[in-house]
Structure formats: C-alpha cells, structure tokens
C-alpha cells in the first residue's frame, strides 16, 4: 500500500492577510489577494471581496478564464448566461469561462470569495483598474480588452 501521509505542503495563506499582502479599492469595494497566480504556477488566483455598496461590475466574458463565486456575507445575484441567480452566505456558483456574466451585491454590505482559473493575468488586470481614477465605463471595457474580457452589457440592477 502506498504511504499516501507524505511531507505536508506548505500553507500558501496565513492568517487574514494575502500571501503578498496585496489589498486595494476597485469598483465598489475592497480587494485582498488571498492565493496569488504565482503561488499556483499559474493554476489559479482567489480574491476575497468586500463590497460596500450595491452594485458590481457589468456584463463581461473571460475568454480564458472560469470564474467562481462563494458568498460569505450578504446577498448576491449573479447572472450566468441567461440565468440569474439569488445566492446567500455559504453559496457558490460558477461561471464558465466563454459565457457572459455580471454580479452584483444587493445587500448593503458583502462578501464574495473570487477564483479565476487559470489565473491569467487576472491580477495586473486588477492592479491596473485600481490606479485608474474615475474607472469609466469607457476605460474599464479597455482595461478588459486588454487582459481577453469582453465587456457585452451594462451591470445588473
């Protein structure tokens, strides 16, 4: 029988803060990189978002990229394709990549755990939208272009 106990890996988060500690403002609310690409040879990244308005980005594919939402706190819709759906603390959906979608949070405060996989270049693309000021409409579908989104529709609401 194989010994299945082996070495442990080493945690790649400790504690609340991101593995490199990268935390900033975009759209309306507060980003923190709690598993970043680099940790992951690229495999994936995780945000932990809190939202502090309704609201949340407008309809947008990745053409690289799934996307999956955990809400932690709040309430959410997220429209996935055609379909819109209600989700509340301990649920989680996923948006394949290639099919539009949007999020937005209904609630006055919320939570949202993000995944990208792969991870892409899903946090320069963050980075750079969060140095824009104001991000237009205009500039965030240019912003998207650049890191393979496609912006197709306006935020949910």
Not at 18 to 36: P, T
Request: net charge negative; glycine share 14%.
């Amino acid at each position: 029988m194989a010994d299945v106990t082996g070495p442990a890996a080493p945690p790649l988060v400790r504690g609340d803060t991101a593995l490199d500690g990268h935390s900033f403002g975009f759209l309306n609310g507060m980003f923190h990189l709690k598993v970043s690409g680099s940790a992951t040879g690229g495999g994936l990244c995780i945000y932990d978002t809190i939202r502090s308005e309704p609201g949340g980005p407008p309809l947008h594919v990745h053409a690289r990229q799934d996307d999956w939402f955990l809400v932690t706190e709040g309430e959410f819709e997220i429209r996935v394709g055609d379909i819109l759906h209600e989700l509340k603390p301990g649920d989680s959906l996923l948006a394949p990549r290639g099919i539009p979608h949007a999020f937005r949070n209904t609630t006055r405060t919320g939570r949202l755990l993000v995944a990208f996989q792969p991870a892409g270049t899903m946090e320069a693309f963050f980075v750079e939208g969060s140095a824009l000021s104001p991000l237009t409409p205009i500039a965030f579908a240019e912003l998207s272009s650049c890191h393979g989104m496609r912006v197709v529709g306006p935020p949910l609401g």
